[in-house]
């Protein structure tokens, strides 16, 4: 194989839950699924099932060479990873039928398909939760699902993969980080990236993912954002019968890379709420102008109640709030 010297670091982000597989037991299962005796994979399969992450198509039978759908990848994904709910990601109120025109909010999937767009996935808006997933698809998104966990600098070799030739940039780029973590190994060179997963292929990359994000990936707080002497307000503005939108606006940011997200919203009286908001860091990979800025983010109270922005518990840069009626 042709390898040249690569320094990458992957994308920095926060890690807001614990990682599931540092609770996995790679030893020997308590429970065996008929149809995999003698399958390389049965050890990380029968782990994964006894972590409740994976399940079988019956009570006893994995089928591990089944295709797997969008639908069954996206949750081995989300499950397997552990990603957590970001609901400060778009309106408080969005559900999966939000940002994917085929996934119903009644499927089974749907909860799956709107955590894995909060952290950063990226599924078209048109995906079909029916058609079959690729393994070069499925591996592109086990990156990214990795990535939302936290920052693990990577320092690879190029790995050439014989068959990746008609390959985006961006899942080429996927595929090296996992080659040079060794959460997945070519075939004489060969990846296969055009064939659908199968069932046993999708959870030994999850079981591999996860006990290297166990390892490797540490849980990191978010810096304070280096703000002094901000201030806030807030303007409410009808849209509808009985509906006023809320308008928060954080003075004072040190660049346009900051942002502003609602956290949650308290009613504290027959007319008064509480807007808790924490300010977003900038990404990490682009400039930004350094220029006193300011962020906004809207959300929604009904008509008659005046409202208050409060920073989330730990924004003690933040000296005053204000209350708009």
Not at 37 to 57: F, H, M, Q, R, T
Not at 82 to 91: A, D, N, R
Not at 97 to 106: A, C, E, G
Not at 253 to 275: D, K, N, Q, S, W
Request: aromatic share 8%; charged share 20%; glycine share 6%.
């Amino acid at each position: 194989m042709k390898k040249t010297n690569l320094t990458m670091s992957a994308k920095k982000m926060t890690i807001a839950c614990g990682i599931l597989a540092a609770s996995l037991s790679f030893g020997a299962s308590a429970f065996a699924f008929s149809d995999l005796k003698g399958d390389p994979a049965e050890a990380k399969i029968n782990a994964l099932y006894d972590a409740g992450v994976i399940s079988g198509v019956t009570s006893d039978k994995f089928a591990p060479k089944a295709k797997v759908t969008m639908a069954q990848g996206i949750q081995f994904l989300v499950k397997g990873l552990e990603l957590s709910p970001q609901p400060s990601i778009g309106s408080s109120s969005a559900t999966a039928s939000t940002f994917f025109d085929k996934v119903s909010d009644n499927s089974w999937y749907a909860s799956s398909f709107l955590i894995a767009k909060q952290n950063g996935l990226s599924l078209a808006q048109n995906v079909d939760p029916n058609a079959e997933m690729t393994r070069a698809q499925f591996a592109h998104l086990l990156t990214q699902a990795l990535q939302s966990k936290g920052d693990f600098p990577v320092t690879r070799m190029y790995v050439e993969v014989a068959d990746g030739g008609k390959l985006s940039n961006e899942v080429m780029n996927s595929m090296q980080i996992l080659l040079n973590t060794r959460i997945i190994t070519l075939d004489n060179g060969k990846f296969r990236p055009m064939d659908t997963i199968t069932r046993s292929e999708a959870a030994v990359m999850i079981h591999d993912a996860a006990d290297f994000a166990a390892r490797v990936i540490e849980p990191s707080e978010p810096e304070p954002m280096p703000v002094n002497n901000a201030d806030t307000d807030v303007a409410l503005e009808k849209v509808a019968e009985g509906v006023n939108k809320a308008t928060v606006t954080v003075n004072n940011l040190p660049h346009p890379g900051y942002g502003v997200a609602v956290e949650r919203i308290e009613f504290t009286g027959a007319t008064t709420a509480v807007i808790y908001f924490k300010i977003t860091d900038p990404d990490p990979d682009k400039m930004y102008p350094q220029v006193i800025s300011k962020g906004t983010v809207v959300t929604y109270l009904p008509e008659g109640y005046t409202a208050t922005a409060v920073p989330v518990t730990g924004s003690s840069w933040l000296n005053s709030s204000v209350s708009t009626e």
